[in-house]
């Protein structure tokens, strides 16, 4: 088990209630420490279904999850041949998250953060509503958001993970393929 | 090659929702036939070899490459189908529309809650429960069991386009390079379609490209650059 703090540069555009957290991360690298955790949030109805698409048919498998418990068939991936990446030395450095315009159910917002490793140094709200009252939500709602405390806690319930396309192979490794287990 | 698709939806019958999957996966499998590099026989290929006329190409196909244009247009040359190397890779595209396209077959089959995650491409509608907004991870560039950042989506879209999976697939179509600016580029918007193609030319744009996805469609952008990107061992 190790944890992967995230110090480096983030350029997060964007509406902040589109995000629950960001930086400053953690994560276990190994599927134990996140799977007892996603086993307690499997839905009763929930139907999972994996299946895999590809040109070599390399560890694909067709499945349907339709029981009324969820059903994750996983892809095969025959060999654990893809090693999870090193373990990332940790860098310090200024983690800068840039917001642009953003609209929201209150109207415009323009974000600023910055901070350094997982201690954020500053939040400006650059542009928000003509509601006085919203800036103060905005930095309440911002920071607890943006510490480690909320990704840990946010990360119980993940329900996919979006990340540049993976093999057949590579899946095995991915967390999406714990979500898939014991969703 | 291959990757994965899991799809997750949340639906009180049983049978409805097995069909509804079924469908799904059979309209990424025919897009998977269709626009497949690695099968010679696939139109993708024959289109490649220059086998294929103008008037010879099926629907999709079209309405692939319609995608990729607007999208060349739009970023000013940065995304483009044509590799450096002079073939054709509709792969920037083709991802994210097949798997709108089967998102948009199990809305229309009445699947109001699901999460279609294509090979790290996700569409989320409805919620997993009441009230509660699907949580989708973006994967920290550096580990694959780590998470850079939670996302609260409803109904929309989330692709990231990086390096680290599979290595320097994405070019500059103004200079030919692949030695792209950012390790990885996600970008939030209402249709994966347009999400996908966004990531990808993000990702190629570098820094300067997170406000551009915004004035083209997006409703988020999270760009890494590399040189934070922790040291791989």
């Known amino acids: 088990m190790s944890t992967t703090p995230w110090r480096g540069t983030i350029i997060f555009v964007g509406g902040i209630a589109a995000i629950a957290a960001t930086a400053a991360t953690r994560f276990a690298g190994v599927e134990g420490a996140v799977a007892p955790a996603l086993a307690g949030s499997g839905a009763a109805a929930a139907n999972t279904s994996t299946s895999g698409t590809g040109s070599t048919g390399a560890g694909s498998s067709t499945s349907t999850g ?11 991936s025959s060999s654990p041949a893809a090693t999870p990446a090193g373990k990332p030395a940790a860098k310090t450095g200024t983690v800068t998250v840039v917001g642009s315009t953003a609209q929201t159910p209150y109207g415009p917002v323009q974000l600023s953060v910055t901070f350094n490793g997982s201690k954020i140094s500053n939040v400006q709200a ?3 509503p003509n509601w006085h009252g919203y800036s103060v939500q ?39 393929s714990a979500i898939d287990q014991h969703g | 090659m291959g990757t994965v698709v899991s799809i997750d939806v949340r639906h009180a019958d049983p049978v409805a929702a097995s069909a509804a999957l079924d469908a799904a996966f059979a309209v990424l499998r025919a897009a998977d036939e269709r626009f497949s590099p690695f099968r010679p026989d696939s139109e993708l290929s024959r289109l490649d070899r220059g086998e294929l006329s103008d008037d010879e190409l099926s629907e999709d196909m079209r309405t692939v490459l319609a995608v990729a244009e607007r999208a060349r247009a739009d970023s000013d040359g940065v995304f483009d189908v044509r590799t450096p190397e002079g073939r054709i890779d509709t792969n920037g595209v083709v991802k994210g529309w097949a798997a709108q396209r089967a998102a948009d077959g199990l809305v229309a089959a009445g699947m109001v809650d699901f999460l279609l995650n294509a090979g790290g491409d996700v569409v989320a509608r409805g919620e997993p429960e009441p009230g509660q907004a699907w949580q989708v991870a973006v994967r920290h560039p550096g580990d694959p069991m780590a998470v850079l950042a939670v996302l609260e989506v409803r109904d929309g879209a989330v692709a990231t386009s990086g390096t680290y999976e599979r290595g320097a697939h994405v070019w500059d179509g103004r200079t030919g390079s692949r030695d792209v600016p950012l390790v990885s ?22 820094p300067d490209g997170a406000p551009w996805a915004m004035a083209h469609g997006a409703t988020a952008v999270l760009a890494v650059p590399p040189e934070d990107l922790p040291a791989a061992g």
């Open chain 1, 66 to 76: 339709t029981s009324s418990s969820s059903s994750a068939s996983s892809t095969g």
């Open chain 1, 126 to 128: 650059l542009q928000y």
């Open chain 1, 138 to 176: 905005l930095n309440q709602y911002a920071i607890p958001q943006l510490n480690q405390e909320a990704v840990a806690a946010s990360s119980a319930n993940i329900n996919g993970v979006s990340g540049a396309t993976f093999t057949s192979q590579a899946y095995a490794q991915s967390l999406q």
């Open chain 2, 185 to 206: 580029a996600t970008v939030v918007a209402p249709d994966l379609t347009v999400a996908d193609v966004l990531a990808t030319t993000v990702l190629a744009m570098g």
